[in-house]
């Protein structure tokens, strides 16, 4: 947080399925923002965030100011078979063996997304959604994945203990290269 920033006094409510769905285009607003992709970026990322949310463990909480959203956390349990799932571990052979691998990959919580309106970063609301996300959390670690790069978002990760599992990683589908950062919970 800036000197001339106050903290951020959004309100933090757990949202179910059928309430990300009812906000689902502000979200992923939100997310193309945050993340500086095409605007089109909306339509083609929604039946992704629609289908994760009937994975095991899916969980979500969302910042509110009044009724205007400003920012979203979700993720769940990770599991052979998934997407990220398999690219990470497939990174994690080649880096690290199977040792690696079933290390980290054995027992966790993919931190799936997690972003806050640009005009509300730094302000402390990021944290305050991890945590909020990962308090009833049961598995083992959390992982996550983010673009390489001097960010909020990876002062955030670094502050709370998160730790290299994988650098420089190369998702198919995405040119820029990424850091898997983890860490044991509870946080």
């Keep these: 947080m800036t000197p001339q920033q106050k903290p951020d006094d959004a309100q933090i409510l757990e949202f179910t399925a059928e309430d990300l769905r009812a906000h689902l285009r502000e979200a992923l607003s ?4 945050a993340m500086g992709y095409p605007k089109g970026t909306v339509d083609a990322r929604a039946p992704m965030w629609l289908a994760h949310m009937l994975r095991p463990g899916w969980r979500c909480v969302a910042a509110l100011h009044g009724d205007s959203l400003s920012g979203i956390a979700y993720g769940y349990t990770g599991q052979r078979g998934q997407w990220w799932y398999e690219q990470v571990r497939g990174g994690l052979l080649k880096t690290g063996g199977e040792a690696a691998a079933s290390a980290w990959m054995s027992d966790y919580f993919e931190l799936t997304e997690l972003h806050v309106r640009p005009d509300r970063q730094g302000t402390g609301l990021g944290e305050r959604l991890l945590r909020s996300l990962l308090r009833d959390v049961r598995s083992r670690h959390v992982l996550l994945s983010t673009p390489e790069g001097e960010s909020r978002a990876w002062r955030l990760y670094r502050r709370l203990g998160f ?8 998702f198919v589908g995405d040119p820029r290269p990424f850091a898997v950062l983890g860490r044991t919970l509870p946080l």
Excluded at 30 to 33: F, G, S
Excluded at 163 to 170: F, K, M, T, Y
């Design 30 to 33: 939100i997310y193309v923002e």
């Design 163 to 170: 730790l290299d599992v994988l650098r420089r990683h190369q």
